[in-house]
């Protein structure tokens, strides 16, 4: 135990660090189909009499669920041009009264927001991906389906703004044209990444920097045989995962 310990020891003296503000680690991972595969319209006619009642309006809805509790802070999809007013940015629950795939239309979403400030990188085929920083962390329980929804904010009636196509991604989408009086299930995901903070794994007292404490924590979690030192997640506490541990506080945190 002793050469153990002071191996611990060595760790934590070289290696206390802090979390960078901006790092983010992809949560969801669906890009862009080759050349955008089928796209889709997904625009507003930001009608300046306010009346938005153009039969061209679209609207598109991709799904997502997680595992467990989950935070959201940074946006990345996919698509042709960029919108003249920017996009607008929404959240909403699973429809609760169907088991069908179908976003709560009666609520509506449970946030909504016009982002301006996107971030748009052209990947050829005047295809570009955008990305934004949303403009507050958001919380998702884990299991339930959930939809995001993205459209083009457009100054005219006749424009459109697709969204394109991943093939990665799961039950197609949601879709929706105000001309066509109907709501469609498609069979052709769309292409986002949702992203989160990185999370540390060896930052074991959630303070955000690596130092002795967090040893000391999982040296009293593996004593305790709490599941929180179970680094190799197999119920069973031994040299493995203290070797895990030891990896996780090596490389650091972000
Ligand atoms: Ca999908
Ligand atoms: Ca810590
Ligand atoms: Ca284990």
């Known amino acids: 135990m002793g050469s153990l310990w002071s191996k611990w020891v060595g760790v934590a003296a070289s290696a206390s660090m802090t979390l960078g503000a901006f790092a983010q680690s992809v949560l969801v991972s669906q890009p862009m189909a080759p050349n955008g595969g089928v796209t889709r319209a997904s625009q507003y006619w930001i009608d300046p009499t306010g009346q938005n009642d153009s039969d061209n309006d679209a609207r598109a809805w991709e799904d997502f669920t997680f595992d467990q509790p989950t935070t959201l802070t940074h946006l990345r999809w996919w698509g042709q041009g960029i919108p003249a007013l920017g996009f607008e940015i929404s ?3 699973q429809d609760p009264n169907t088991i069908a795939y179908q976003p709560d239309l009666f609520s ?3 946030s909504r927001r016009v982002y301006t400030n996107v971030t748009a ?3 050829g085929g005047g295809l570009y991906q955008f990305d934004v920083a949303l403009n507050q962390p958001m919380s ?3 299991g339930p389906r959930y939809f995001v929804s993205i ?3 457009m100054p005219e009636s006749w424009t459109q703004w697709k969204w394109a196509q991943s093939y990665a991604g799961q039950y197609g989408c949601f879709w929706w044209m105000r001309g066509a009086h109907m709501y469609y ?3 052709d995901n769309r292409a986002m990444e949702l992203l989160g903070p990185v999370t540390c794994e060896a930052d074991l007292n959630d303070d955000g ?4 404490f967090d040893v000391q924590a999982f040296l009293s979690a593996f004593a305790a045989q709490d599941p929180q030192a179970d680094f190799v997640a197999d119920g069973t506490f031994d040299f493995f995962d203290v070797q895990a541990f030891l990896a996780a506080f090596a490389a650091g945190c972000p």
Do not use: K, Q
Request: glycine share 18%; aromatic share 22%.
């Open 140 to 142: 998702f329980a884990g």
């Open 108 to 110: 509506g979403p449970f």
């Open 151 to 153: 459209i083009g904010r």
């Open 185 to 187: 299930h498609l069979g």
């Open 91 to 93: 959240f909403w629950n």
């Open 121 to 123: 990188t052209p990947v």
């Open 209 to 212: 920097s690596l130092d002795f």
